[in-house]
């Protein structure tokens, strides 16, 4: 341990160590020091407020026995999810999903408001049956407080940068505090990743500083996780699907699109229209191609109109009942306060008035379907290693259900692994080259800075992959990305701590973006309706080869392995 003390600044040993304290890695602690373990949060942000709930949450899908809680119950929910070819059946959903309205249980207890003073719910039905609003804003804050109170050890403003493994199996992870520059060894018995998303990958042009806030996403979410479990050796899947979305144009109010869609009146489609007035989902079920069915579909007629110059589009509830308008106002009074002063202050009243929508945005890769494959247990297939939340690949089970959900299975399994393992030895030469990896960012003689680089990798994905792929253009794109890891990423240089992560995270990126046009390029069919994976080249579903198979992908020393899997044997 001598040696490994002169290369870190700090050797933290703990039996379970959570990577991302946001809703995933919050529960994931709390159910492992639930357990007895002891328990370290390494957070790149600050738990009070991190990850994509720092603004609150609107809405949560709850399935239950009781029709008073839920008119869906676990055993119809996992019926239906079994029925998509691409979910592992080895996962036991209906014991999942019924965790779920315990995990929200757990929040009210914790002073987050989800009932009304009669112990009843708010449905709001536009998109599910089962979902209901949360009427706080603080599940973050309450959830901070209780890692307090049950004496978790939290890091916060430390980025993991490294996953550390010992004869196959997970050792603990590199940490670097991005305010003081000192570098952490964490040394454990079982390591939960609960990075969330990844996102930034593609343009946001929309955005303030283009691209870095992607629909109110927090930027921190950027594949830290994928890409350091990828280097690691885990495996991950599905990662050619990419997760567009349309948002009212204005920044300010991007994150009321959830609220709306909840808001809606059931049965009616995404309440989008033309420049004429003409209902978008009228005109795609005109068309009745059988890939334009659903949201997905609808996406796709949106990215034709608006690259054959047919916007603007917009959104309009002018038409929709009081009482669902009234839901959009309420959803926002949950999740973002804020919005509804901006309106105000903007003259904006979507009662009576239609709001302009902004063009597609590439939110992430495809939540709850692509990232690090995960069991029942949210084991990946590295020992050791779990993943829950966002971050977690083919649970077909996300937002924020899934990551409070598999948040706490991931904390109970990787304790109990965590009880009857030992802490592993720890290389000193993989320590000290991750070190390495970190400063000489630093020190080195480069002169590009994060953001120029993150814009090249962004524009480059949105030519050679974006949501229109095809083989010819997917394979120079390949190359393109083989020269700016060969020759780009070398001439990063930060300034100091902060550039220093965002340099990290752009690395990070990059790796993620390879993972992201491999796994496109492989698979040869359109799958998804919509611009999920549309290939050009291969414009259908091709059912006889690929439905029901699944890209994998896993590193081996300098090697990218991949392979085509049915869900269960991935
Ligand atoms: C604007 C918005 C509104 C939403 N509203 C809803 C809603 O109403 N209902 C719903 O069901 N879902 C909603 N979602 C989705 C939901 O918030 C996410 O699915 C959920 O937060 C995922 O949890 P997670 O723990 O996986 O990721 P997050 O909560 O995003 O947490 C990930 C954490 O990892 C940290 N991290 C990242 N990289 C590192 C690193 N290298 N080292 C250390 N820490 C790291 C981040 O800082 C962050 O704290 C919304 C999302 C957004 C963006």
């Known amino acids: 341990m001598r040696e490994l003390e002169n290369i870190v600044d700090e050797v933290v040993a703990t039996d379970v160590l959570v990577i991302g304290g946001g809703l995933a890695g919050c529960f994931a602690a709390i159910a492992a020091r639930g357990r007895g373990a002891d328990v370290v949060v390494m957070e790149k942000a600050d738990v009070r407020r991190s990850g994509d709930a720092t603004f609150g949450i609107d809405h949560v899908g709850l399935r239950h026995d009781d029709p008073r809680i839920s008119p869906v119950s676990?055993?119809?929910?996992?019926?239906?999810?079994?029925?998509?070819?691409?979910?592992?059946?080895?996962?036991?959903?209906?014991?999942?999903?019924?965790?779920?309205?315990?995990?929200?249980?757990?929040?009210?207890?914790?002073g987050c408001k989800v009932r009304r003073a009669d112990g009843s719910f708010i449905r709001?039905?536009?998109?599910?049956?089962?979902?209901?609003?949360?009427?706080?804003?603080?599940?973050?804050?309450?959830?901070?407080?209780?890692?307090?109170?049950?004496?978790?050890?939290v890091h916060n403003r430390t980025m993991m940068t490294d996953?550390?493994?010992?004869?196959?199996?997970?050792?603990?992870?590199?940490?670097?505090?991005?305010?003081?520059?000192?570098?952490?060894?964490?040394?454990?018995?079982?390591?939960?990743?609960?990075?969330?998303?990844?996102t930034r990958l593609y343009p946001n042009h929309q955005a303030p500083l283009g691209g870095f806030v992607v629909q109110g996403s927090s930027p921190a979410?950027?594949?830290?996780?994928?890409?350091?479990?990828?280097?690691?050796?885990?495996?991950?899947?599905?990662?050619?699907?990419?997760?567009?979305?349309?948002?009212?144009?204005?920044?300010?109010?991007?994150?009321?699109?959830?609220?709306?869609l909840h808001s809606k009146p059931p049965g009616l489609p995404e309440p989008l229209v033309d420049s004429r007035g003409?209902?978008?989902?009228?005109?795609?079920?005109?068309?009745?191609?059988?890939?334009?069915?659903?949201?997905?579909?609808?996406?796709r007629k949106v990215w034709e109109m608006l690259k054959d110059g047919q916007g603007p589009l917009f959104y309009d509830m002018t038409s929709w009942p009081e009482e669902n308008q009234k839901l959009i106002t309420l959803g926002n009074v949950c999740e973002r306060p804020i919005v509804l002063r901006y309106l105000r202050e903007s003259g904006i009243d979507y009662r009576t008035h239609r709001v302009e929508t902004s063009s597609l945005i590439h939110r992430c890769l495809e939540l709850g379907v692509s990232g690090v494959k995960i069991d029942g247990q949210c084991r990946t297939s590295l020992p050791g290693l779990y993943a829950a939340g966002d971050i977690a690949g083919g649970t077909f089970f996300s937002a924020l259900s899934g990551a409070i959900t598999w948040?706490?299975?991931?904390?109970?399994?990787?304790?109990?692994?965590?009880?009857?393992?030992?802490?592993?030895?720890?290389?000193?030469?993989?320590?000290?080259?991750?070190?390495?990896?970190?400063?000489?960012?630093?020190?080195?003689?480069?002169?590009?800075?994060?953001?120029?680089?993150?814009?090249?990798?962004q524009l480059l994905l949105e030519d050679y992959v974006g949501a229109a792929r095809n083989e010819p253009r997917m394979r120079r794109g390949r190359e393109l990305l083989r020269e700016v890891r060969e020759k780009l990423l070398p001439q990063l240089k930060a300034a100091n701590y902060?550039?220093?992560?965002?340099?990290?995270?752009?690395?990070?990126?990059?790796?993620?973006?390879?993972?992201?046009?491999?796994?496109?390029?492989?698979?040869?069919?359109?799958?998804?309706?919509?611009?999920?994976?549309?290939?050009?080249?291969?414009?259908?579903?091709?059912?006889?080869?690929?439905?029901?198979?699944?890209?994998?992908?896993?590193?081996?020393?300098?090697?990218?392995?991949?392979?085509?899997?049915?869900?269960?044997?991935?």
């Open 74 to 110: 676990p055993k119809e929910a996992a019926r239906k999810l079994r029925e998509n070819p691409f979910v592992d059946q080895r996962i036991p959903y209906e014991e999942v999903l019924a965790e779920t309205y315990d995990r929200v249980m757990d929040l009210e207890r914790m």
């Open 124 to 153: 709001t039905p536009g998109i599910s049956p089962a979902t209901v609003l949360m009427m706080s804003v603080d599940q973050k804050k309450n959830l901070a407080q209780e890692l307090g109170r049950l004496k978790v050890k």
């Open 163 to 198: 996953l550390l493994t010992y004869g196959g199996r997970v050792a603990g992870a590199l940490g670097l505090n991005t305010r003081t520059g000192r570098f952490i060894l964490f040394r454990a018995k079982a390591v939960v990743l609960a990075t969330g998303k990844a």
């Open 221 to 260: 979410c950027c594949g830290d996780g994928h890409a350091a479990a990828f280097r690691a050796g885990a495996r991950l899947v599905n990662m050619e699907f990419s997760r567009y979305t349309l948002t009212p144009k204005n920044p300010a109010w991007w994150s009321s699109k959830g609220s709306m």
């Open 278 to 299: 003409r209902l978008l989902a009228e005109l795609v079920q005109e068309e009745k191609g059988i890939d334009m069915l659903g949201t997905g579909g609808l996406y």
């Open 407 to 457: 948040g706490h299975r991931a904390g109970r399994f990787a304790a109990e692994y965590a009880a009857c393992s030992e802490l592993l030895p720890v290389d000193p030469g993989a320590v000290a080259e991750g070190r390495e990896r970190v400063f000489r960012l630093l020190e080195g003689t480069g002169n590009l800075h994060w953001q120029e680089l993150e814009k090249t990798i």
């Open 498 to 570: 902060h550039e220093l992560m965002r340099s990290l995270e752009v690395g990070n990126i990059l790796d993620v973006a390879e993972m992201h046009l491999l796994s496109a390029l492989t698979r040869r069919e359109t799958r998804f309706p919509g611009i999920r994976h549309y290939r050009i080249d291969y414009p259908h579903p091709d059912e006889e080869n690929w439905r029901g198979k699944i890209v994998s992908l896993w590193r081996e020393g300098e090697d990218i392995r991949i392979e085509i899997l049915p869900p269960d044997q991935t």
